[in-house]
């Protein structure tokens, strides 16, 4: 049930068919499966050929993520793949960085002479209630900012070179409101993130390559801006020029429409089967006095990838059950994004997750 | 237990931005991930028709060279009936190199055009979310056999191990017994639709 998606599940049920591990239900589901699609069943009939060990030593060669001997067991693996992934691009990144644009040390201001910010003082109403006074340079220290995201304190590498937490908030011009989902990349730079379920976002940059961000989001203008280092609000309008066929900048866009059709995330296995996957793979947490049915509420996004990041408790009658939600949800089924306009996005989810005792 | 289209039409969906990402910035790397997710049936579809691991292996490298070359031509639409296609073809040129034959392979070209024109038709069986009085009627002019493959498979719902004891014979047997009877089925349920649409 819980066979966490490494980055393929469908190898992972292979080897867990193969290897006669699947229980019956599940084995007759990856075989009905299979009888869709020729290649599924034609491959599964070739392997059919093999024995298990040597197939999994013919996958390895193969340079895949093959699971060894015990299929899902190779989730830790596959992390500390993804750790290494990362740590290399980063490491790529910093060394370009600094051997194209040598650090400037004097100028730690990029002139922000793009950023428009239009009616901040509505904005600022809504999100920092307690500031109405302050300007928008100056405003938004900490409470604006995502209140799960720790603080990235600024650090000092590679030859005084400060790598900055860049951060800031999008939001939609006409309706004042944080915009999640918004795809925020750095110009000539491959570092991309998405903005949270708050509209904010933030990304770790060498200071001396002065970034420029870009907002893209689809049905909106797309947006070029500078950024300090304190949180700041970036506005972003609806469009209404139609743009040249040959500046559409690639997928989310290529789609749009005047009403965005929009499907919400969902669980891949459907809805009824993940709430059973809920209640009963829940530990009730121990040592509780007087255990009676929880409620928590949890808010997290889904990644075009299906993969629930950012998640954020909103109601929870204890710190036990905050981790034993967010256990589930990560360990839980995937998910299907979000899909705008035919294409996947990132999607917020609500969900309420009831705990009961075991007696 | 129905097989879930939209996630297919799904995963379509992420290949076709990942080819998207890979045209926009070449970075091959994108690509090779992509292929990573799918290298197995590759492997496994030129297993089950060269029946050589050595050269089941050399066509994984052989296939994913076609698609760094085919991606940059074309935005592959479909990439898995793509490697489906390009593997099989490829199976089916070296076979012919080496002289030998696959039975499996002799309406090849002709499967492929149709594939390229129509993509993968599903069975009706596979579509049909129940049995319609006509295909109960196809299922049961089929031999015994294959009844039971189809019944204990579609209606039933069980695997094949479970099946075989039935038939008196093994998994693979019971699968090839109900790919026998599902082409059967196809020509007596047209049949038997086109007769209702006439009445």
């Known amino acids: ?8 599940e469908h190898l992972e049920n292979l080897l867990a068919y193969l290897a006669n591990k699947l229980p019956s239900d599940e084995r007759y589901r990856f075989e009905r499966e299979s009888e869709c ?14 024995s298990l060990p040597e197939i999994q ?24 793949g993804l750790v290494g992934v990362v740590a290399v691009f980063a490491l790529v990144f910093l060394i370009r960085t600094i051997s194209n644009r040598p650090p400037k040390l004097t100028d730690n201001k990029p002139v922000s002479n793009t950023i428009s910010p239009v009616d901040s003082s509505l904005f600022k ?33 590679a030859g005084s070179d400060q790598i900055i937490s ?3 908030i999008i939001v939609n011009v006409e309706t004042k409101r944080p915009m999640p989902g918004v795809e925020i990349s750095v110009k000539n730079s491959s570092r991309q993130t998405v903005t ?4 904010s976002f933030s990304l770790d ?10 907002a893209r989001f689809d049905g909106m203008e797309e947006k070029q801006f500078l950024l300090k280092e304190k949180a700041e609000t970036i506005y972003i309008s609806p469009e209404n020029i139609e743009k040249p066929a040959d500046q559409v900048p690639m997928s989310v866009r290529t789609n749009r429409a005047a009403n965005p059709e929009f499907t919400a995330p969902a669980p891949s296995v459907g809805m009824a089967r993940y709430e059973e996957y809920l209640s009963r793979n829940q530990k009730y947490p121990e040592g509780i006095s007087n255990p009676k049915v929880e409620e928590i509420h949890i808010n997290f996004l889904v990644k075009t990838t299906g993969q629930p990041i950012k998640l954020q408790v909103t109601k929870t009658p204890g710190q ?11 360990d839980g089924p995937k998910w299907n994004p979000a899909i705008v306009n035919g294409n996947p996005s990132v999607g917020d989810v609500s969900l309420k997750i009831t705990f009961v005792p075991r007696r | 237990m129905k097989p879930t289209v939209k996630q297919h039409e799904f995963d379509r969906q992420l290949d076709r931005l990942e080819i998207r990402a890979f045209r926009r910035d070449g970075d091959l790397a994108v690509l090779e991930n992509l292929y990573s997710k799918y290298v197995h049936l590759v492997y496994g579809l030129a297993l089950n028709y060269l029946r050589n691991r050595e050269k089941a292996k050399s066509s994984v490298q052989i296939i994913f060279e076609k698609l760094t070359v085919e991606a940059v031509k074309t935005e592959i639409q479909n990439l898995k009936l793509w490697l489906y296609i390009t593997t099989k073809s490829y199976c089916y040129t070296e076979l012919q190199k080496e002289g030998e034959s696959d039975l499996r392979l002799d309406s090849w070209e002709a499967e492929r055009l149709q594939l390229l024109e129509k993509g993968i038709e599903q069975h009706p069986l596979d579509r049909m979310s129940r049995l319609t009085p006509a295909v109960r009627k196809c299922i049961d002019q089929l031999p015994q056999n294959e009844k039971t493959c189809v019944e204990w498979f579609y209606l039933k719902e069980k695997p094949f191990a479970e099946i075989a004891p039935f038939i008196q014979a093994d998994e693979a047997t019971v699968k090839q017994t109900l790919h026998a009877a599902k082409t059967k089925l196809i020509t007596c349920i047209e049949l038997e639709h086109g007769r209702q649409s006439d009445e």
Not at chain 1, 1 to 8: E, F, I, L, P, Q
Not at chain 1, 57 to 80: C, E, G, H, Y
Not at chain 1, 196 to 199: F, L, N, Q
């Open chain 1, 1 to 8: 049930m819980a066979d966490k998606a490494t980055n393929n």
């Open chain 1, 37 to 50: 699609d020729p290649f599924d069943y034609e491959a599964l009939d070739g392997f059919k050929q093999l």
């Open chain 1, 57 to 80: 030593k013919d996958l390895r060669s193969l340079k895949l993520n093959a699971p060894s001997p015990l299929p899902f067991k190779s989730i830790k693996m596959a992390m500390w």
């Open chain 1, 125 to 157: 109403s809504e999100l920092t209630p307690e500031e109405p006074n302050s300007g928008i340079q100056n405003s938004q220290p900490d409470e604006a900012t995502t209140p799960e995201e720790p603080q990235q304190v600024p650090t000092t590498v």
């Open chain 1, 166 to 168: 860049y951060r800031g």
């Open chain 1, 196 to 199: 949270g379920y708050d509209g």
């Open chain 1, 205 to 214: 940059l060498a200071e001396s390559t002065h970034p420029v961000f870009i």
């Open chain 1, 320 to 330: 036990a059950f905050t981790q034993e939600a967010i256990r589930l949800v990560l």
